[in-house]
């Protein structure tokens, strides 16, 4: 996998990647966060590094539609779209914490998706919406995102592109290095632990 020129240095600057003690959407604590949302205030800046990705996307095969989770992927996925010139939607969380479309929004039968994430850890969202997806009979090609801090060039044998790879250490609850410990936890993220 490689990654995309001069995005590290890019999120540095529009002060992307944090430093501290974060809680993830998995449960698991990182001494590293990357705020996507801080890239996706910059879309101008963002494009490029979409349009350079652009053929190992369409590699995948024939894409009918980009399919993603509100909120962290959602300026992602939307851009992702503008990119292939696709159609987009996205699923939003309900009062049940559970994913759903709305909007009018559909998966159409038999057509072909990509599944865009902001930052993937477990991906545990995305096997949310991999599950809406399959419910449908629609076929994922491949999965997108912007940070792969999974460790493995493929999701759950899907193909996996990113604009990086990089893995921080993640600690379970009963893992915490003490200097880690001693920080006070933030839990960014929408998604409810």
């Known amino acids: 996998m490689s990654n995309s020129p001069d995005i590290l240095p890019l999120l ?19 001494g590293h966060y990357v705020q996507v949302a801080q890239l996706s205030q910059y879309p101008h800046r963002l494009m490029p590094h979409l349009a350079a990705v652009r053929p190992r996307l369409e590699a995948l095969g024939k894409i009918d539609t980009v399919f993603f989770p509100a909120i962290g992927a959602l300026p992602v996925g939307q851009l992702v779209g503008l990119s292939l010139e696709k159609r987009s939607i996205f699923a939003e969380r309900n009062s049940e914490n559970k994913m759903e479309l709305r909007r009018g929004f559909e998966i159409r039968e038999g057509e072909n998706l990509l599944l865009v994430e902001d930052v993937i850890t477990t991906g545990g969202t995305l096997h949310e919406i991999r599950a809406m997806a399959e419910a449908k009979n629609a076929r994922i090609l491949g999965v997108f995102c912007i940070i792969n801090r999974s460790g493995s060039e493929t999701w759950h044998g899907l193909p996996l592109v990113s604009l990086l790879q990089v893995q921080f250490p993640t600690y379970a609850p009963d893992e915490i290095p003490p200097e880690l410990a001693a920080i006070p936890v933030y839990r960014p993220g929408t998604k409810q632990v």
């Open 12 to 30: 540095k600057e529009v002060g992307a990647l944090k430093e501290g003690h974060f809680k993830l959407a998995s449960g698991r604590h990182s």
